[in-house]
């Protein structure tokens, strides 16, 4: 929001005699509850600034009374960004400027980004309506006092829209609390964030579709507030009775189309909205079968909305606390996903949709048995080619549970037969895609020091001409997006050369419980999995990973010339990437991890100035909470102040002797 400077609207002039600047006083006698008048009391000397002019050019006079037309004056606003817009650089030019509600809207079109700036007028104080709020009964605490004392001294704002029933809609303005409920956010809980989640994503899922432009997202803000006033917000295992409670709360509102401003009771929100109670029975209904299976609905989503990691980490933590929830039944409910319209084409609709199970299994909380049970049901109600793609995915993910058993587990018998389980299952899963589930099964081999298989698999792998058709993460890539993983890096090769079109390879994805089974530099980035600035699992590009697992296995056999070359082949494949499409088109890839990962290694070799080269490379392209390369920067640059303090040591001795 764009506040005005040195204009001050004021309830009485009585005490207000000597401020400088523009001075309006409100008035709500004539207005409806959240709007008022303006009428200006005194202006600035000074006539050619814009906020002293902008007043000028919106005093209207009717009645005999003199009023600040809100229309005139954010139209005087977005024909000064019009004029600023014409000396911008050409690459920042926006087109013309739309007003939308009380906002300036910017459209960056070669950005294909929309920008808003809200115009504002500071308030003295709150309205008369709005100091309930202060001391209003809470039943959860919600806000605490604490919280409420440091509101209550922030500003409200006059922002430049009437309201569309009234007859004087040009003249009013609207009350907003800005500041008031961006602090009432800064305060919000994980419950609270992944209520608002999970509302935004059923406002684009369900109520887009039926009420486009009739329930927006200060609605559903709204309702998370009302809703944590009621309920604790604070405890995790609450997530499920918070989301059911808004959910209600948006029934009750939708039925009796009042929802209550937050600070301005008085004020009713759904004023002008769904008129019509055919579109209100609708929603009401769509929201009550959305109550009686939330689970389904989270999972069944458009996945390019689950692009933004807080859904994600939303339904992770739903799951969680969720104890009543069936895992089959969840899964079962991603499967079913065929019936729905897919922006797919005929040879990638089953991997992708065998990579939305994927995405689904990574993300729910699993054992062994629930996947089983998975299995089983796929097995018996999905005989097609999509079903058995799944399939191999689960067999890969029980594969790597019992991998991970194996290395928890003491007794000598029962872990040779977990890892031969192990190998069993990955080994099943091999036709998944092309790539990536031959990366599993090299991690098994990584474990039980099959070195020598290793070498042989990444030695053929780069021998081969052909060319293959990567996808990258799964889920969260635009589907149809092609780009060449060449596994010999030949920039001769087209398209034309590839391998069968439907012999994707996807990322190699791992979750935070299988630390203990990835090579040492991943262990690193699952043991910060599940943090609220990073996913809930790690994905890799596979030759990647394939190359870093060979420079692992050199590093472990002290064999200085594969380590040599594996270090090339694996920052070959990096740059590979970063210069690919994916990265160029924007889409998220992971660049940090494969950035830490070569850090990583350099760091092993004690190449300092490379390792911290690749891990600064890291922390600028991905903040530092949840992302590995603060930790491996600070284990590189203890070894070089462990080195250089041998090195002091060894000089003193020198001396002394």
């Known amino acids: 929001m764009l506040q005005v400077k040195d204009t001050e609207i004021v309830t009485s002039v009585d005490s207000d005699e000597s401020m400088a600047g523009n001075v309006i006083i409100m008035n709500t006698d004539k207005c409806p509850p959240g709007y008022m008048l303006l009428n200006p009391y005194k202006l600035s000397l000074n006539e050619m600034a814009h906020e002293t002019r902008s ?29 600023m817009d014409k000396y911008s650089p050409p690459s920042f030019h926006a087109g013309y400027p739309l007003r939308h509600g009380p906002c300036v809207m910017l459209n960056y079109s070669k950005y294909g980004k929309d920008s808003e700036i809200g115009i504002g007028l500071k308030c003295s104080s709150w309205p008369k309506d709005s100091v309930e709020w202060i001391s209003r009964k809470r039943n959860s605490n919600w806000p605490n006092q604490l919280l409420i004392n440091k509101i209550k001294v922030m500003p409200c704002h ?51 579709k039926i009420v486009p432009d009739e329930i927006n997202s200060f609605h559903l803000k709204t309702i998370v507030y009302w809703v944590s006033e009621e309920i604790p917000v604070c405890d995790p295992s609450n997530l499920t009775n918070s989301v059911n409670a808004c959910l209600s709360f948006l029934i009750t509102c939708i039925r009796k189309r009042h929802l209550s401003h937050y600070f301005l009771r008085s004020r009713n929100l ?93 993300f729910l909380q699993t054992s062994v048995e629930s996947l089983l049970k998975v299995a089983k049901e796929v097995d018996e109600m999905l005989k097609t080619l999509m079903g058995d793609f799944a399939l191999k995915f689960v067999s890969i993910r029980i594969g790597m549970i019992f991998l991970v058993e194996a290395k928890k587990t003491a007794d000598l018998e029962i872990r040779r037969k977990l890892i031969s389980e192990s190998k069993r299952c990955l080994e099943a899963g091999l036709q998944h895609d092309v790539l990536a589930a031959n990366m599993y099964l090299l991690t098994y081999h990584y474990q039980t020091r099959n070195y020598s298989v290793i070498q042989k698999f990444m030695k053929d792998l780069f021998g081969r001409r052909a060319a293959i058709p ?84 050199a590093f472990n056999l002290r064999d200085t010339e594969q380590l040599s070359l594996s270090l090339r082949h694996l920052k070959s494949m990096v740059l590979y990437v970063e210069n690919g499409e994916e990265c160029s088109s924007g889409m998220p890839v992971e660049l940090h991890r494969h950035y830490n990962i070569m850090g990583y290694c350099y760091s092993m070799i004690d190449d300092v100035p490379n390792a911290i080269k690749w891990l600064t490379k890291s922390l600028e392209v991905c903040p530092i909470n949840g992302n590995a390369a603060a930790y491996h920067l600070y284990i590189t640059l203890y070894k070089l102040f462990l080195s250089a303090l041998r090195w002091l040591r060894l000089q003193i001795f020198l001396i002394n002797v």
């Open 158 to 208: 006059a922002l430049p829209v009437g309201c569309m029933q009234s007859e004087n809609c040009h003249l009013e303005w609207r009350f907003a609390f800005i500041l008031p409920e961006r602090e009432l956010i800064w305060n919000f809980s994980d419950v609270q964030i992944q209520c608002y989640v999970i509302f935004k994503t059923l406002k684009r899922e369900v109520l887009d």
């Open 470 to 553: 990567y996808k990258g993460t799964p889920g969260l890539f635009i589907c149809g997006k092609r780009s060449l993983l060449s596994p010999d890096m030949d920039e001769t090769v087209t398209v034309e050369d590839m391998a069968n079109e439907n012999d994707l390879a996807f990322d190699v994805m791992f979750s935070c419980s299988d630390i203990s089974c990835v090579p040492p530099a991943l262990q690193y980035e699952c043991a910060l999995l599940g943090g609220r600035s990073n996913w809930c699992f790690c994905s890799v590009n596979p030759l990647v990973y394939g190359c870093y697992v060979q420079f692992q296995v």
């Open 55 to 83: 007043c000028v050019e919106a005093c209207i006079q009717s009645n005999n009374v003199l009023y600040l037309s809100s229309e005139t004056f954010i139209n005087y606003y977005m024909n000064m960004i019009v004029g």
């Open 270 to 362: 759904f004023t002008g909205k769904l008129e019509e109670e055919m579109v209100r029975d609708r929603l009401i209904s769509e929201i009550e079968l959305i109550q009686e299976n939330i689970i389904g609905f989270l999972i069944n989503c458009e996945w390019w909305y689950k692009c933004g990691s807080k859904f994600l980490l939303s339904l992770r933590l739903f799951v969680q606390n969720a104890p009543n929830v069936d895992f089959l039944s969840a899964c079962t409910a991603i499967l079913e996903t065929g019936n729905r319209k897919l922006r797919r084409n005929k040879y990638t609709h089953a991997r992708c949709l065998s990579m939305e199970v994927t995405v689904g299994i990574m």
